[in-house]
């Protein structure tokens, strides 16, 4: 997945951080870094303090929070290249909610975003996917497949906001204008079986700017990560300028 994002972010992963889940064992920094992202560029957030606190002693940035409310807080001028969201569940509300704090800002205009979901573990969208999934089926499309009834849920959303702002007449312009939309999300989906059995389902998309130019949502998230985010980014300044020789140096290494 790391190779699909980094060749979609380009040079941007030099001047934007990304984002990601963390997790106990933090695999996916060790990876990016391998594979050339400068360890300040990587933003860790994670539910957990113990998986915060053990990046902190490791010197890299990371935030404790629920990422939908760190999308949120996220400052309106600072830019995302690209947040990945490893999840260790299926497609919960939380999920979509995390989304649409993506769609409808500024600093993800164009960012890069990666969904990785279980199936399984999801009873709450149960009725939901069913009925996602007979529209899919109608399409010729797997309805099982999280990643696309993520994509087409997001079609409807746009779709719907559309309509309640009333941007456009009636449902059938309305679908019609968003199907265009849909395609600019860029996406693709993969799919892969462990040997456990498990099916995992991922999406990755880029963020329409169409969709955040005409946006006017701002910072709104809780005061305490607006601050905490504040700080982190004060300090991921401060470290970069401080010692340009040191990541020179483990840039031109590998
Ligand atoms: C599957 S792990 C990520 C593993 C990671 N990709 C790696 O390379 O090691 C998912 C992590 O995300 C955290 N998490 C799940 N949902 C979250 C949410 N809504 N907000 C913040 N953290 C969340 C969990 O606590 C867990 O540590």
Known sequence: MWNEVLARVGDRRRRHPILYLAGPADIDRDIAMQK???????????????????IRRRGYPSIRGRIE???RAWPDDWPVSAVLLDYCSGLEPTVLVALEAMLFRRPF????????LQRGRDASTNSH??????????????PKH?????????????CNLRLANGDLPDASTALRRVECLYRSLNWRTFEYRSETRQTYDSLVLTVPPEI????????VGPVKLRNEIRALRAVR?????????MF???????
């Open 36 to 54: 050339g992202v400068l360890g300040q560029n990587l933003i860790a957030i994670d539910k957990y303090p113990a998986n915060v606190e053990a």
């Open 69 to 71: 409310d760190v999308l």
């Open 109 to 116: 205009s164009g960012t890069e975003v990666v969904i990785n």
């Open 129 to 142: 996917r069913a009925r996602v999934g007979q529209v899919l089926l109608s399409r010729d499309k797997n």
């Open 146 to 158: 999280r990643g696309l009834i993520v994509a087409y849920s997001l079609m409807e959303m746009l």
């Open 212 to 219: 955040t130019a005409t946006s006017a949502w701002s910072c």
């Open 237 to 245: 300044t401060r470290r970069l300028n401080e010692t340009p020789s």
């Open 248 to 254: 020179a140096l483990s840039q031109a290494s590998r």
